[in-house]
């Protein structure tokens, strides 16, 4: 595979990430395009990005595999993760993506995993130029889904007060409350060995917040005829099952929803089978490799 690192501008920020064209293409030739997102705090070279990434190139797609301001290599502020500030870099990626002379401008879509899927889901809702997008594991309502990360009335009120807090100290000080990781999103320690390595440990309490008022329930019907596909452990550990249930629920046509017992939340990171095979029939059916004819 050919691969190029490549730098973008999103609000100021400059972002970094990584292009790969895979083998075989000739001179003038175009191929639809995946935008690969990682999860919260996380960056490009986690298994939850690498993964989709080697069975993308493999079939024939072009890859871009961003950091998302303020994680890995792109800057921005450590650990102030502001949801819409991470739609409009996901759109500047599409608009640099799209430019590749590899690429088919107007074939690109967009998967994440987790915090990523909800930014794939959003943009695909808010920008008429994503033609497809694949979310794992992610999220529609971040109220609903903190409630359901944080279950028991002890649980709820330690969450809620930390965003009063966070508000406070931010009116009092100037600056950011910080906020370890799990205390805003719990993970069993059982699969924290997925996360990737130099994750972020400590978030601002806007993090926590722009969060809480994401909502990518409110747009997924704006993407109403181009594919959307939701996949989501139904056991899941991390992310209720129930977000990408009520997704599908507000999602227009075609939208496929898929639930696995026998995965867990880094179902990419765990390359289970039966998730690939729902994918390569999707992707068969709605957004194929259809080379474009190289130049003459």
């Known amino acids: ?9 999103s609000k100021g920020l400059k972002l970094a990430g990584v292009v790969r064209v895979p083998e075989g293409l000739k001179a003038g030739e175009r191929r639809p395009a995946w935008i690969v997102m990682h999860g919260f705090g996380s960056n490009s070279t986690s298994s ?8 993308f190139e493999k079939l024939g797609y072009v890859t871009l595999r961003i950091d998302m301001p303020g994680c890995g290599e792109s800057e921005g502020p450590r650990g102030n993760l502001i949801c819409l500030d ?16 590899s690429v088919e401008g107007d074939r690109i879509g967009m998967i994440g995993s987790s915090f990523g899927a909800a930014i ?12 497809a997008a694949i979310s794992s594991g992610g999220w529609g309502d971040g109220e609903r889904k903190f409630r359901g990360q944080h279950p028991s009335p002890e649980q709820w009120k330690k969450f809620t007060d930390m965003l009063a807090e966070g508000k406070r100290h931010r009116e009092k000080t100037g600056e950011s409350l910080m906020v370890p990781r799990y205390d805003i999103v719990p993970i069993p320690q059982h699969l924290r060995g997925h996360l990737a390595q130099n994750s972020i440990q400590m978030f601002t309490a806007e993090t926590a917040q ?9 747009v997924i019907g704006n993407a109403a005829g181009r594919p ?3 996949l ?13 249930i009520e997704m599908f629920k507000r999602a227009g046509q075609p939208c496929d929803l898929h639930l696995f017992a026998e995965t867990d939340h880094f179902m990419f990171a765990e390359s289970n089978t039966r998730v690939r095979s729902v994918i390569y029939d999707w992707l068969e059916k709605y957004f194929p490799v259809r080379a474009q004819a190289a130049a003459a």
């Open 210 to 218: 722009s969060m809480f008022d994401f909502r990518a329930d409110n």
């Open 1 to 9: 595979m050919a691969e190029t690192k490549v730098t973008f501008q």
């Open 86 to 101: 991470q739609v409009q870099a996901a759109s500047d990626a599409l608009t640099l993506l799209a430019k590749n002379p």
């Open 120 to 131: 794939a889901v959003y943009v695909c809702g808010v920008d008429q130029r994503v033609a």
């Open 228 to 230: 959307i596909l939701l």
């Open 48 to 55: 939850n990005v690498l993964e989709p990434c080697a069975m």
């Open 232 to 244: 989501h452990s139904s056991v899941d550990s991390v992310t209720p099952t129930e977000q990408s």
